[in-house]
């Protein structure tokens, strides 16, 4: 709260301050409140919109929440790399038939999968390995 009074026109505190309300099981209209003000603040941060939608589902706002999500571009849908925020969107296309949304989400979900999997993946060595060098 101490942030957000000093720093008013901070869009990033916006935005951690109506997190931290929803995690607090505050009244979502609080959090929507500053997910709001931090979408005024910067109306090119796509995280802000993301929120938003996912809030108003919550809420039972189905339909504002997924007028909010398909204002969102191709390129801002495949900047998220939120794997849940992800998720939570594509179930929402997916209920709304839109086929479209839907496969932008399920191609960067697939995409996100395969950074992670090369990132968890051990580099390649250029030495043979033990067992190479004994056969030789």
């Not at 909010?68 to 969107?89: D, P």
């Amino acid at each position: 709260r101490r942030a957000g009074r000093q720093r008013p026109d901070d869009d990033a505190i916006c935005f951690a301050a109506a997190n931290t309300l929803a995690r607090l099981g505050r009244p979502p209209q609080l959090s929507l409140a500053m997910l709001r003000r931090a979408i005024g603040l910067n109306p090119a941060e796509p995280r802000y919109r993301v929120s938003l939608a996912m809030q108003l589902v919550r809420m039972g706002q189905i339909d504002e929440g997924y007028r909010t999500f398909s204002e969102l571009t191709r390129a801002e849908v495949e900047g998220i790399n939120c794997r849940c925020c992800l998720h939570k969107s594509l179930q929402l296309c997916i209920e709304r038939g839109d086929v479209v949304r839907s496969s932008w989400l399920a191609g960067r979900l697939a995409a996100l999968s395969l950074t992670r999997r090369q990132a968890s993946c051990p580099p390649p060595t250029d030495k043979p390995s033990s067992q190479q060098e004994e056969q030789q």
